[in-house]
């Protein structure tokens, strides 16, 4: 049977949601925050997400946004918001349906069914994340907060090592050797030049400091 997200900040709702759809055959995963969420959908493969748009710290449009920057999983939006405009904009950022407070169970769970029904085999992208850089290794773009960072090649292969890396301290010699190959005749000195050359786009426009240089040895990608 079909894996469900809920994502409800109302706990009497959530498990509410959560015994209905149990009982319906359902396996239901529910969280009560949307940061929670999105990492659960970065980390687990489900069928269907059932999304509040009233939610703390994240509002549910941005969590429907970020939804679909990596993956196609169809999102039911459940929320007290019943103004024309609000369901527009939701499926316009891609929402696959809109279902208003208070409602009929049985109505959410026929939704349910087509929604299942219509999926097309969804499958997540290929994104490569870090706090909040990240790459689509299909596109082969960049980003830093939700914004397009603009790249060369050879920025985008430093990057995408230092994502595969995160939070591991790498010397130059290994920078230079999966980055530039083993067969590179120039020194260490270009690995700096294009560190450098990153920090620019990835961090000083930013205000952050992600990009990190441990003295004497290489850099880290790594948080505060």
């Known amino acids: 049977m079909a894996n469900i997200l809920v994502i409800e900040d109302d706990k009497k709702i959530l498990r509410y949601l959560e015994l209905e759809l149990i009982h319906d055959g359902y396996t239901v995963k529910g969280c009560t925050d949307g940061k929670i969420g999105l990492d ?4 687990n493969n489900f069928d269907l997400v059932i999304l509040d748009l009233m939610l703390p710290k994240i509002s549910g449009g941005e969590i429907c946004k970020k939804i679909r920057e990596i993956s196609e999983v169809p999102i039911i939006v459940v929320s007290a918001k019943d103004g024309t405009k609000s369901k527009v904009e939701l499926l316009d950022i891609g929402a ?3 279902l208003t407070k208070p409602f009929i169970i049985e109505e959410l769970l ?4 087509v929604a299942l029904r219509n999926k097309k085999g969804y499958s997540k992208k290929n994104i ?5 850089v990240y790459i689509d290794e299909d596109t082969r773009l960049a980003f830093k907060q939700d914004f397009e960072v603009k790249l060369s090649k050879t920025e985008y292969s430093l990057l995408e090592y230092l994502l ?5 301290v790498l010397s130059r010699e290994q920078i230079l050797n999966n980055v530039w190959g083993y067969d590179y005749v120039g020194g260490e000195k ?10 620019k786009k990835i961090d000083e426009p930013f205000q952050s400091s992600l990009i990190k240089t ?6 880290v990608l790594k948080g505060d």
Request: hydrophobic letters at 40%; glycine letters at 6%; proline letters at 0%.
């Open 128 to 132: 490569l994340r870090y706090l909040d």
């Open 110 to 113: 026929a939704r349910i069914r």
């Open 40 to 43: 659960e959908i970065s980390e």
């Open 164 to 168: 595969v890396n995160s939070e591991i």
């Open 214 to 219: 441990v003295r004497g040895f290489g850099y």
């Open 96 to 98: 696959d349906d809109y």
């Open 190 to 199: 270009i690995v700096d030049v294009y560190i450098k050359a990153l920090r």
